[in-house]
């Protein structure tokens, strides 16, 4: 007689594709619901651990639910009934439903959401923007990509591929896509980050990328970080001048939706994850990929062209 992988079988899997070594100092994510003995039979991915989606993995039969975005982001002090967070932790315990937590661990794992977005968008020889040193490890790990496009498009061309990229590998949203830059100007060189980004500009500045691709880019520091790129601009243009320099604006900025351009990821999780747990185990869960929009907002206004 056979049985199905247990949980902790299964998170012993996940935290092989994606280690738990790989997130950030401040992130905690793994495991944040289940018991470990429980069987899992099927597995459902999504952006976040929201209540209509907790809902419908729940419909779904699910044994696990697996999020990119944590349930506690800061310090919680109760799962009671009285908030939101303590009814969610209820319903999956008493449906036997796991909460599993593919964070900044999932954004630096080969294969992870740095890598996911930057094979969508077409790049390659593709390094990491802020890399890891990983002793256990011989594959590319590290927070977002650096890569270049086959061949030079214009900003605006590029800018089109990221959306269509967004909106049919990811989810599609209600959102559209923010660009900065001269749309006419030719990009090659481009670097990615999945989330929100604008914490990395001096890394993207120090690659030296034709276009930044990000989300969540707050007014005052994208504003710098384009003042900046002008101002380097004209330096270079005077150095052209002088006989050397390249006056081209560097990075262009596209920011996207955070939790859609993430979702790119699922692509390959609901491959790799069930894949891997056949390997480790003998049995196949079934898998199942929620692509509800858990970007907050439900509608964008924009005046006419």
Not at 128 to 138: A, E, F, G, H
Not at 258 to 284: C, K, M
Request: charge should be negative; proline fraction near 6%.
């Amino acid at each position: 007689m056979w049985h199905m992988p247990n949980l902790k079988q299964v998170i012993d899997v996940l935290e092989t594709l994606y280690p738990l070594r790989y997130a950030e100092q401040w992130d905690e994510p793994g495991l944040i619901v289940g018991d470990l003995s429980h069987d899992v039979h099927k597995i459902v991915f999504a952006a976040d651990p929201t209540s209509s989606i907790v809902d419908k993995a729940i419909k779904a039969g699910a044994d696990l639910l697996v999020t990119h975005h944590p349930l506690y982001f800061r310090a919680v002090h109760e799962t009671g009934g009285l908030g939101f967070r303590g009814d969610i932790v209820r319903r999956l315990y008493q449906n036997g439903c796991g909460l599993w937590v593919g964070h900044t661990n999932a954004d630096a794992s080969p294969r992870g959401v740095g890598q996911a977005a930057a094979d969508a968008f077409g790049l390659i020889d593709q390094r990491p923007l802020v890399p890891i040193d990983d002793p256990q490890s011989n594959a590319m790990a590290g927070l977002g990509r650096v890569g270049r496009l086959p061949q030079p498009v214009s900003l605006k061309d590029f800018a089109l591929s990221v959306f269509n990229a967004v909106n049919t590998r990811g989810m599609t949203t209600k959102l559209g896509i923010q660009v900065c830059g001269d749309l006419d100007e030719s990009v090659e060189t481009v670097a990615v980050l999945p989330g929100s980004g604008d914490s990395l500009f001096n890394e993207v500045r120090a690659a030296g990328v034709d276009v930044y691709v990000t989300s969540d880019l707050r007014h005052h520091p994208a504003t710098d970080a384009i003042e900046q790129a002008r101002y380097e601009a004209r330096m270079r243009a005077h150095a052209i001048m002088l006989g050397a320099g390249d006056a081209r604006l560097r990075p262009n900025l596209i920011n996207t939706p955070h939790a859609a351009i993430e979702s790119i990821w699922f692509n390959y999780a609901i491959e790799d994850v069930p894949l891997a747990v056949e390997q480790a185990t003998g049995q196949r869960p079934e898998v199942e990929w929620i692509h509800e929009t858990t970007d907050p907002w439900t509608l964008t206004i924009t005046s006419e062209e």
